[in-house]
């Protein structure tokens, strides 16, 4: 192989019709392509990512009026409204599709939008995975939308639990859609985590080492890498469900040597480092933001990196506080009750440095940081209930019962929707060229917050007067009533705010101030090109010299040259320092990841129906996935040059 | 709040408080940070080394009290939760909670096999001694919770474990299932009655006993009406005919103070609703509709009521 | 709108419709009476193409001990269920007929003990034995010992009457 050149020049170099020639050519590289067959074959990671954020809020939107259903119901005692049948699909939904569809999908999608941008490349690595995980995620949600409109849906809470999932309990095909809606979100959630890893370790622009990545970037590693942890977990669970109930296996049947206990274990070995995947994103939106707004770098950045990376890691060690009522030896419960502790000190450590932050910068109350402030305020309390839950015998009196509803709602909405609709204000002008208006944010922001303390507060003491969850109504007696009808009415602000929220995105995208490149005079690279992006992103891929990469820059801050502007090059670099390493050619828009998405999605939902789903789907998977990978005429004489080149060399030497 | 009648809930009780106090005390501190660093008036030396190296101590004494305090909880929690996993002594008798879709069966023991009897949805127990409880299931998984006296233990089908109850106060404590289970999850509550022993040992000698023969000719007939439909099908009557376990005993059924697993007061009206059209009360529930003409139904009704 | 537009519209929706009759009937939880009285003459079960139905009727066939006799379909003292000689009939009427009149030769009569709900789920259960459901409506294993194929393994019979009352 011949030796590597590093490829880093000093920008003065570059005439500016040299810069214009460049920039012509790369919009011609990197083109989008149009039409019906476009749209499909779209491989950007920014329109991908775009697609990926407005598909979550429409799942969310979903599943929160299916959540405004309940508060209707559970207002008064009693009530008729909703019948049980109906309501535990209505709860199983909401559960599901939050956390499955909008909250983890979210995440990552801003992850897709962004870490490229933040680390200085072109595009996410494995561009066609990222367009097929899309596609996928897709499917498998209007699936679920469409079960739930055909009576169809799911009834077995999000958690699932055998055996009443299982083939004895849940007849019909209601449990195999969650099972297989799972499956689904999986598929494209991995697929994801695996390019975000390999984006952030191998294509960081030169300069950007480990310690310099930006907070958010680390955060997408963290979460990515434990998804990748995660959900083989419930890959397994889910599919042995799947067999249970239509092959007639006996993985959970305590009759056959199965175990109904196992189905437990799986699923929140996975289910607990699920809630970090949703919250630890989070982080680094908060991070990002807080930065912005006091003009500061975040303090303590190595104690927040290590405090992230320790998140991950103690994360897949307390899953058994979910199943503190199971009868466990006390050995074991309190060594799970000790790591639950234990994960509320980097946690701890995060949101004081981020005082420290705030203490030392200058905050400008812009909307994206009130919901910050609005995050600390939710997130601590649910934080410090999450605290309270993690001691066997207090758990073992709120276990499933509304105290623990009230504390997921206070650390997900609060400590992971918040932040995101801050974060939706913050890169809002980056991702359409126009500001939200920021008087109907906060006006916005006010709405969520009460409404949802209104909502949500009540239901601790509910908890503590010993309502359980999941039951579609309650006795008139048991002085629950008011609390309910409070929750309710609160219910109904969240509402209006969530309208108003989508009101203000659609009107500030049609006519919002137009902002400049970084109208917040943010650090990250991101805000170094123009608003919106440009298909290719980086007119010259920079060089990152200090840890706030455009705060750090020099007046004559070198840049990367010598990557082919007329195919899809990107720089590869080394996983520590970011040294450039090596090129690569990231492939063009294809049709062939939609189709195999297509394919896919169709053995998914047939193998609810039939196990000969996956023998008849096998044949078009090959020939989608062959079409996928065929090798371009153009890399095959370039892999034919090399090979000559190699010789060449081979031979001299 | 926690509201405790029972060694076990008062240990959880105190503990919950502390643990409860304790975090609002954290949050108004943290909250109460949070301004003070948003509020404060900026000075010049903010971005001056030192200004770091202040801040770096205070966050360090910062996560130092976490640390410690979280240790004080871990602590707290270990020695509370040795306190309740096992009974305080001996227990005074053994029940088994079983676990049916939708209503509990409490089985109690006894080594005399015809004196073990079953009492449906409602648990008694005597006054300030242990029960044990040995917890189990015939379907899905349900949680046995009273939250005056006890946390939660799962019933899990194919599994067996064993906890205890206790009372410290007699009274009627309500229980509910905490695990979802399908349909009727929110109508499968139980009663725990806490009497004194003497209270406690009639009420063991009068489940023994089989039921009440019918004395009125309403009763006889209703007895014949419940013999030969649907009823006998699924429900037992000691001392008849009834044999079948697949819905709750019925041999004292009028002695108890609800009906439908805590759903409705056992008032003669509500169950003419109940045997008449469960469904509409308990959609999804296991007993069907019965069309009993309302002569049939009277009798059926007089005879039920008649089981003490 | 374009005709294209329109059309594919059309379709969607007239699958959609397709499928919501499908599911909903395969998903519908009929707790309360449904409509048996009608069931005899129309001959068929209310319950059939109706999983829950289906299996509240397997549910009710361990419970109510039909396996005493049919040994879960196998046969035993009673005759089987699961292969494709019918005695009596595999119509839906003529087992509704026998499970609530009885039959010679030991099968005993429900009538008044079995409400007529409960015949029909058990009436659409026993037709699910042999498979003449869709493999949609059909039950899956129970959580109890294996004592033979899942009902929606197995191969569909199409039975044949042997004698006639």
Request: proline letters at 6%.
């Given at each position: 192989?011949?030796?590597?050149?590093?490829p880093?020049?000093?920008?003065?170099?570059?005439?500016?019709?040299?810069?214009?020639?460049?920039?012509?050519?790369?919009?011609?590289?990197?083109y989008?392509?149009?039409?019906?067959?476009?749209?499909?074959s779209?491989?950007?990671?920014?329109?991908?990512?775009?697609?990926?954020?407005?598909t979550?809020?429409c799942?969310?939107?979903?599943a929160?009026?299916?959540?405004?259903?309940?508060?209707?119901q559970?207002?008064?005692?009693?009530?008729?409204?909703?019948?049980?049948?109906?309501?535990?699909?209505?709860?199983?939904?909401?559960?599901?599709m939050m956390?499955?569809?909008?909250?983890?999908?979210?995440?990552?999608?801003?992850?897709?939008y962004?870490?490229?941008?933040?680390?200085?490349?072109?595009?996410?690595?494995?561009?066609?995975?990222?367009?097929?995980?899309?596609?996928?995620?897709?499917?498998?949600g209007?699936?679920?939308?469409?079960?739930?409109?055909?009576?169809?849906?799911?009834?077995?809470?999000?958690?699932?639990y055998v055996?009443?999932?299982?083939?004895?309990?849940?007849?019909?095909?209601?449990a195999?859609?969650w099972?297989?809606?799972i499956?689904?979100?999986?598929?494209?959630?991995?697929?994801?985590?695996?390019?975000?890893?390999?984006?952030?370790?191998?294509?960081?622009?030169?300069?950007?080492?480990?310690?310099?990545?930006?907070?958010?970037?680390?955060?997408?590693?963290?979460?990515?890498?434990?998804?990748?942890?995660?959900m083989?977990?419930?890959?397994?669970?889910?599919?042995?469900?799947?067999?249970d109930?239509l092959?007639?296996?006996?993985?959970?049947?305590?009759?056959?040597g199965?175990?109904?206990?196992?189905?437990?274990?799986?699923?929140?070995?996975?289910?607990?480092?699920?809630?970090?995947?949703?919250?630890?994103?989070?982080?680094?939106?908060?991070s990002?933001?807080?930065?912005?707004?006091?003009?500061r770098?975040?303090?303590?950045?190595?104690?927040?990196?290590?405090?992230?990376?320790?998140t991950?890691?103690?994360g897949?060690?307390?899953?058994?506080?979910?199943?503190?009522?199971?009868?466990?030896?006390?050995?074991?419960?309190?060594y799970?009750?000790?790591?639950?502790?234990?994960?509320?000190?980097?946690t701890g450590?995060?949101?004081?440095?981020?005082i420290?932050?705030?203490?030392?910068?200058?905050?400008?109350?812009?909307?994206?940081?009130?919901?910050?402030?609005?995050?600390?305020?939710?997130?601590?309390?649910?934080?410090?209930?999450?605290?309270?839950?993690?001691?066997?015998?207090?758990?073992?009196?709120?276990?499933?019962?509304?105290?623990?509803?009230?504390?997921?709602?206070?650390?997900l909405?609060?400590?992971?929707?918040?932040?995101?609709?801050?974060?939706?204000?913050?890169?809002?002008?980056?991702?359409t060229?126009?500001?939200?208006?920021?008087?109907?944010?906060?006006?916005?922001?006010?709405l969520?917050?009460?409404?949802?303390?209104?909502?949500?507060?009540?239901?601790?003491?509910?908890?503590l007067?010993?309502?359980?969850?999941?039951?579609?109504?309650?006795?008139?007696?048991?002085?629950?009533?008011?609390?309910?009808?409070?929750?309710?009415?609160?219910?109904?602000?969240?509402?209006?705010?969530?309208?108003?929220?989508?009101?203000?995105?659609?009107?500030?995208?049609r006519w919002?101030?137009?902002?400049?490149?970084?109208?917040?005079?943010?650090?990250?690279?991101?805000?170094?090109?123009?608003?919106?992006?440009p298909?290719?992103?980086?007119?010259?891929?920079?060089?990152?010299?200090?840890?706030?990469?455009?705060?750090?820059?020099?007046?004559d801050?070198?840049?990367?040259?010598?990557?082919?502007s007329?195919?899809?090059?990107?720089?590869?670099?080394?996983?520590?320092?970011?040294?450039?390493?090596?090129?690569?050619?990231?492939?063009?828009p294809?049709?062939?990841p939609?189709?195999?998405?297509?394919?896919?999605?169709?053995?998914?939902?047939?193998?609810?129906?039939?196990?000969?789903a996956?023998?008849?789907?096998?044949?078009?998977?090959?020939?989608?996935?062959?079409?996928w990978?065929?090798?371009?005429?153009?890399?095959?004489?370039?892999?034919?040059?090399?090979?000559?080149?190699?010789?060449?060399?081979?031979?001299?030497? | 709040?926690?509201?405790?009648?029972?060694?076990?809930?008062?240990?959880?009780?105190?503990?919950?408080?502390?643990?409860l106090?304790?975090?609002?005390?954290?949050?108004?501190?943290?909250?109460?940070?949070?301004?003070?660093?948003?509020?404060r008036?900026r000075?010049?030396i903010?971005?001056?080394?030192?200004?770091?190296?202040?801040?770096?101590?205070?966050?360090?004494i910062?996560?130092?009290?976490?640390?410690?305090i979280?240790?004080?909880?871990?602590?707290?929690?270990?020695?509370?939760?040795?306190?309740?996993?096992?009974?305080?002594?001996?227990?005074?008798?053994?029940?088994?909670?079983?676990?049916?879709?939708?209503?509990?069966?409490?089985?109690?023991?006894?080594?005399?096999?015809?004196?073990?009897?079953?009492?449906?949805?409602?648990?008694?127990?005597?006054?300030?001694?242990p029960?044990?409880?040995?917890?189990?299931?015939t379907?899905?998984?349900?949680?046995?919770?009273?939250?005056?006296?006890?946390?939660k233990?799962?019933?899990?089908?194919?599994?067996?474990?064993?906890?205890?109850?206790q009372?410290?106060?007699?009274?009627?404590?309500?229980?509910?299932?905490?695990?979802?289970?399908?349909?009727q999850?929110?109508?499968?509550?139980?009663?725990?009655?806490?009497?004194?022993?003497?209270?406690?040992?009639?009420?063991?000698?009068?489940?023994?006993?089989?039921?009440?023969?019918?004395?009125t000719?309403?009763?006889?007939?209703?007895?014949?009406?419940?013999?030969?439909?649907?009823?006998?099908?699924?429900?037992?009557?000691?001392?008849?005919?009834?044999?079948?376990?697949?819905?709750?005993e019925?041999?004292?059924v009028?002695?108890?103070?609800?009906?439908?697993?805590?759903?409705?007061?056992?008032?003669?009206?509500?169950?003419?609703?109940?045997?008449?059209?469960?469904q509409?009360?308990?959609?999804?529930?296991?007993?069907?509709?019965?069309?009993?003409?309302?002569?049939?139904?009277?009798?059926?009704?007089a005879?039920?009521?008649?089981?003490? | 709108?374009?005709?294209f537009?329109?059309?594919?519209?059309?379709?969607?929706?007239?699958?959609?419709?397709?499928?919501?009759?499908?599911?909903c009937?395969?998903?519908?939880?009929?707790?309360?009476e449904?409509?048996?009285?009608?069931?005899?003459?129309?001959?068929?079960?209310?319950?059939?193409?109706?999983?829950?139905?289906?299996?509240?009727?397997?549910?009710?066939?361990?419970?109510?001990?039909?396996?005493?006799?049919?040994?879960?379909?196998?046969?035993?003292?009673?005759?089987?269920?699961?292969?494709?000689?019918?005695?009596?009939?595999?119509?839906?009427?003529?087992?509704?007929?026998?499970?609530?009149?009885?039959?010679?030769?030991?099968?005993?009569?429900?009538?008044?003990?079995?409400?007529?709900?409960?015949?029909?789920?058990?009436?659409?259960?026993v037709?699910?034995?042999?498979?003449?459901?869709s493999?949609?409506v059909?039950?899956?294993?129970?959580?109890?010992?294996?004592?033979?194929?899942?009902?929606?393994?197995?191969?569909?019979?199409?039975?044949?009457?042997?004698?006639?009352?």
């Amino acid at each position: 192989m011949s030796e590597f050149v590093h490829p880093v020049e000093r920008r003065m170099t570059i005439s500016a019709a040299d810069e214009e020639r460049l920039r012509t050519q790369l919009e011609r590289t990197w083109y989008v392509p149009r039409g019906i067959i476009g749209w499909c074959s779209v491989a950007d990671h920014k329109t991908m990512g775009k697609r990926y954020i407005v598909t979550a809020f429409c799942f969310f939107t979903f599943a929160g009026i299916l959540a405004g259903l309940m508060r209707l119901q559970l207002a008064v005692p009693n009530n008729h409204f909703i019948g049980p049948d109906l309501y535990n699909q209505i709860f199983t939904v909401h559960g599901t599709m939050m956390m499955f569809l909008f909250a983890v999908p979210v995440m990552e999608a801003l992850g897709v939008y962004l870490v490229p941008l933040m680390v200085g490349t072109r595009n996410i690595a494995f561009p066609r995975l990222n367009a097929f995980s899309y596609y996928v995620y897709l499917f498998g949600g209007v699936m679920l939308v469409v079960t739930m409109l055909l009576n169809t849906a799911p009834d077995v809470g999000w958690f699932s639990y055998v055996p009443l999932a299982g083939p004895d309990y849940t007849p019909g095909k209601r449990a195999d859609f969650w099972a297989q809606l799972i499956t689904f979100t999986e598929v494209a959630a991995l697929a994801v985590s695996v390019e975000l890893v390999a984006t952030i370790f191998k294509a960081r622009a030169p300069g950007m080492s480990l310690n310099r990545m930006p907070l958010f970037v680390w955060s997408m590693l963290v979460t990515a890498l434990m998804v990748i942890f995660a959900m083989p977990s419930i890959v397994t669970c889910s599919s042995f469900l799947l067999l249970d109930r239509l092959v007639g296996t006996h993985f959970y049947n305590p009759a056959e040597g199965g175990d109904s206990l196992l189905w437990q274990h799986l699923f929140w070995f996975f289910g607990h480092p699920e809630v970090y995947i949703i919250f630890v994103p989070a982080l680094g939106i908060v991070s990002s933001i807080i930065s912005a707004f006091t003009w500061r770098p975040i303090f303590g950045y190595s104690a927040m990196v290590m405090s992230l990376v320790a998140t991950g890691f103690i994360g897949f060690g307390l899953w058994v506080h979910h199943m503190f009522a199971t009868g466990l030896p006390a050995l074991g419960l309190e060594y799970f009750t000790a790591a639950s502790i234990v994960i509320a000190i980097p946690t701890g450590i995060q949101i004081f440095c981020w005082i420290a932050s705030l203490w030392r910068g200058r905050p400008r109350f812009h909307t994206p940081l009130v919901f910050v402030l609005g995050f600390f305020a939710i997130f601590v309390l649910g934080g410090l209930s999450g605290v309270t839950l993690a001691s066997v015998p207090f758990d073992l009196q709120v276990h499933d019962s509304y105290y623990v509803v009230a504390h997921f709602h206070y650390v997900l909405l609060g400590g992971a929707v918040f932040p995101l609709i801050g974060g939706i204000y913050f890169w809002f002008p980056k991702m359409t060229g126009r500001l939200m208006d920021d008087r109907l944010g906060k006006v916005n922001f006010w709405l969520l917050f009460i409404g949802f303390n209104i909502t949500f507060f009540p239901m601790h003491i509910l908890g503590l007067e010993g309502m359980p969850r999941r039951v579609y109504t309650y006795p008139d007696n048991m002085g629950w009533n008011t609390l309910n009808l409070v929750s309710s009415l609160g219910a109904l602000l969240l509402v209006v705010g969530g309208a108003l929220f989508v009101y203000n995105v659609v009107r500030s995208y049609r006519w919002g101030l137009a902002g400049s490149d970084n109208p917040w005079g943010a650090e990250t690279l991101e805000w170094s090109m123009s608003s919106p992006p440009p298909v290719y992103n980086f007119l010259h891929i920079p060089v990152v010299e200090g840890r706030c990469a455009l705060w750090d820059r020099s007046a004559d801050a070198p840049i990367v040259t010598g990557i082919r502007s007329d195919v899809r090059e990107v720089l590869i670099s080394d996983v520590m320092d970011a040294e450039p390493i090596n090129v690569a050619e990231y492939p063009e828009p294809s049709i062939w990841p939609f189709l195999c998405a297509v394919v896919t999605s169709g053995f998914f939902i047939g193998s609810i129906f039939t196990p000969w789903a996956l023998p008849v789907s096998i044949l078009p998977l090959a020939v989608t996935l062959i079409g996928w990978f065929w090798p371009k005429k153009r890399d095959r004489e370039r892999a034919i040059e090399e090979q000559d080149e190699d010789r060449r060399l081979h031979d001299a030497a | 709040m926690f509201d405790p009648h029972g060694p076990i809930a008062r240990s959880i009780a105190t503990h919950g408080w502390w643990l409860l106090l304790m975090s609002i005390a954290v949050y108004l501190v943290v909250m109460v940070a949070l301004l003070i660093a948003l509020g404060r008036r900026r000075r010049e030396i903010d971005d001056q080394p030192e200004t770091t190296r202040r801040l770096t101590r205070n966050v360090s004494i910062a996560v130092a009290l976490t640390v410690v305090i979280l240790v004080g909880i871990a602590a707290s929690s270990v020695v509370s939760g040795r306190g309740i996993y096992s009974p305080s002594g001996a227990g005074a008798v053994t029940v088994d909670v079983v676990g049916h879709q939708w209503w509990w069966d409490f089985q109690y023991h006894d080594v005399t096999p015809s004196d073990v009897f079953t009492s449906p949805n409602e648990l008694h127990i005597p006054v300030g001694l242990p029960v044990v409880i040995k917890a189990m299931s015939t379907d899905v998984i349900h949680s046995f919770w009273v939250p005056n006296l006890m946390g939660k233990r799962d019933l899990i089908p194919g599994i067996v474990t064993n906890t205890w109850i206790q009372a410290d106060e007699p009274g009627v404590y309500r229980g509910q299932c905490a695990e979802f289970c399908g349909h009727q999850h929110a109508h499968m509550a139980l009663e725990v009655v806490a009497e004194p022993m003497n209270t406690f040992q009639a009420w063991i000698r009068h489940q023994r006993e089989p039921a009440a023969e019918p004395a009125t000719d309403e009763e006889r007939r209703g007895k014949d009406v419940f013999m030969q439909s649907t009823c006998v099908t699924c429900h037992a009557i000691r001392g008849t005919d009834a044999g079948s376990h697949l819905g709750p005993e019925l041999t004292h059924v009028a002695s108890r103070l609800t009906i439908a697993a805590g759903t409705l007061p056992n008032a003669r009206g509500h169950l003419a609703g109940w045997i008449a059209n469960s469904q509409s009360i308990k959609p999804g529930n296991r007993m069907p509709p019965n069309a009993l003409t309302p002569d049939d139904l009277q009798a059926v009704l007089a005879y039920v009521r008649s089981l003490r | 709108m374009t005709g294209f537009w329109r059309t594919t519209t059309c379709l969607a929706l007239m699958s959609e419709l397709s499928l919501f009759a499908a599911g909903c009937q395969r998903e519908v939880r009929p707790f309360q009476e449904l409509a048996v009285a009608s069931a005899r003459t129309q001959n068929q079960s209310p319950f059939q193409k109706n999983a829950y139905g289906t299996a509240e009727g397997k549910r009710l066939f361990d419970q109510y001990n039909c396996s005493g006799c049919h040994a879960h379909g196998g046969g035993g003292m009673g005759p089987a269920l699961m292969d494709d000689k019918w005695i009596y009939g595999s119509e839906p009427a003529n087992i509704f007929e026998s499970i609530v009149e009885g039959r010679p030769n030991g099968m005993p009569a429900w009538r008044n003990k079995i409400p007529d709900q409960q015949v029909w789920e058990l009436v659409a259960y026993v037709q699910s034995m042999i498979g003449q459901e869709s493999i949609d409506v059909l039950p899956s294993r129970s959580d109890h010992m294996r004592y033979s194929t899942p009902e929606n393994a197995r191969r569909a019979q199409t039975p044949v009457q042997t004698h006639t009352p």
